[in-house]
């Protein structure tokens, strides 16, 4: 997730937002797998129509139609299907969407000019892209929950990177003086990253002890490979947003922005903490 709040956004609505959202993940983990499932796929989807339409405004074409039902479709066959089902379908849907976009330029050629081959390969890699970065990182979630233990993980790590990027946000606004990566996201600051390591360090331990018995060094591991993740996530995304030359994917949710601005730091952590889970905790 990156920052909760940037200028010119409302608090008042970003933090009823935020709430709502938290109220509804809860609960969706803690009642009713097949909901936090549901809400995946609904994530994805429209995460992956964001991500196509940003796309198209530097000219990489993505069909967006097919790419939101993809999307959708690869969170249930993780969950019912497992590891070998979610490559399967991540792979067909890619091979879908490159398909797709050779019959529409094929249609096409017959009144325009035809696309220059490596136009043409960018729209394929393109294609490859917005599935790997999203609905095959979502995924990882449903891996996750298909475990007996499996909303406990997803409360972890979805809690920890939470406090991650809050703390680093509300320290880094109050207290940072020394930017971070300021050609990429000048709003980070070093002050910020201590903050969010501690919070990260305090949350993973705790949750890792109450849940699992761990030691507090495998706390730390955690703790440490999620704050990698979320820094990675958050910057990447800041950099995809600076070359797509927008703020915000989408403003669909007030005080936040778009789906994508909120998946960033989930999206490389829900696979880390997966590896974590199989690793340290297998079946």
Known sequence: MSTPVTGGRSLSKSVAVGILLGVVFLLSVLIYKELFMVLAAAAAGAGAWELSSALRLKGWYVPRVPAVVGSVLIMPAAFYGGAELQWLVSLSIVAALILWRTVHLLWEAREAPRQAIAHTLRDFAAAAFVVIYLPLMTSFTMLLLRRPDGAEWII??????????????????????????????????????????????????????????????????LAAVLLLAAVFGDLAESLIKRDLGVKDMSSLLPGHGGIMDRLDSILPSALITYLFAQIFLPL
Do not use: C, M, N
């Open 156 to 221: 972890t790590f979805v809690v920890t990177v939470s406090l991650i990027d809050t703390a680093g946000y509300l320290v880094g606004r109050k207290l940072g003086r020394h930017k971070l990566a300021p050609g990429v996201s000048p709003k980070k600051t070093w002050e910020g990253l201590v903050a969010s390591i501690s919070a990260g360090v305090i949350s993973a331990v705790v949750f890792t002890q109450i849940f699992w018995g761990f030691d507090w060094w495998l706390g730390l591991v």
